[in-house]
């Protein structure tokens, strides 16, 4: 009797995963549709927004996706709550990639843009099969996580405030790197966790590794040819 509610007991813990891991990606595919939307909305958005703030037009974007990211986490939880600020989040960060898009296009032509998105999908498919695959605790990555965002973020804004466009390139490539790691310990932390009750959260943090990514290797691709 033991025996069989032991078996059962794990039964329904593996099926309990399954569903969670599927609600993760669930709301990442989600999330990936709105910013899809985002980014055919670029043209439209930034020219308001131009008209709107002028030359601070990026910082103000930049400022309301920081903003929306913060509260995107902050009620990952709460329903329906999570849903619009998830959305609100995705948009906003479709809108950016779309006029990123826009910018290499103008320089380097498609190609770029085009390489990044499928280097982006290639890096997603090998670290989520690594995770799965090896059933590693990826967690001894953090240190060098926090520290590699870090320079990510700091590094982002002095290359944009100072216009230091060799030095962008060269944190685009801590980027990739970083939020690659990032992607590989959140990935392992799903498939590990004991809390199943945040599909939200995590869904939210890869994609945010993912967009990070995409922007950097859109840069890295193209920046030289710009």
């Known amino acids: 009797m033991d025996l069989q509610q032991s078996w059962q007991g794990a039964s329904e813990g593996t099926r309990s995963r399954i569903d969670f891991v599927r609600s993760v990606y669930l709301w990442l595919m989600g999330g990936f549709a709105v910013a899809a939307l985002g980014a055919i909305s670029a043209p439209v958005v930034g020219s308001a927004l131009v008209s709107f703030a002028g030359r601070f037009w990026f910082w103000v974007l930049f400022g309301v996706q920081f903003g929306s990211l913060i509260f995107a986490s902050a009620v990952s939880r709460r329903r329906p709550l999570n849903r619009i600020a998830y959305v609100l989040f995705t948009y906003i960060s479709g809108i950016i990639a779309g006029i990123v898009a826009l910018s290499v296009a103008q320089g380097a032509g498609y190609m770029p843009v085009f390489m990044a998105f499928g280097l982006t999908g290639v890096v997603f498919l090998t670290l989520t099969v690594t995770a799965v695959v090896s059933k590693k605790d990826f967690s001894f990555l953090r240190n060098f996580v926090i520290v590699g ?45 004991e809390d199943l ?11 945010v590794s993912l967009y990070n990514i995409f922007i950097a290797l859109m840069n890295l691709l193209g920046g030289r040819r710009r």
Do not use: N, Q, Y
């Not at 982002?156 to 690659?180: M, R, W």
């Not at 009750?197 to 994609?207: E, M, V």
């Open 149 to 193: 965002i870090a320079v990510m973020f700091f590094g982002s804004l002095a290359a944009a405030i100072f216009h230091l466009e060799t030095f962008s390139l060269i944190i685009s490539g801590v980027a990739v790197i970083a939020c690659s790691a990032k992607l590989l310990w959140d990935t392992s932390a799903m498939l590990r966790t």
């Open 197 to 207: 009750g945040d599909p939200a959260g995590f869904a939210l943090s890869l994609f």
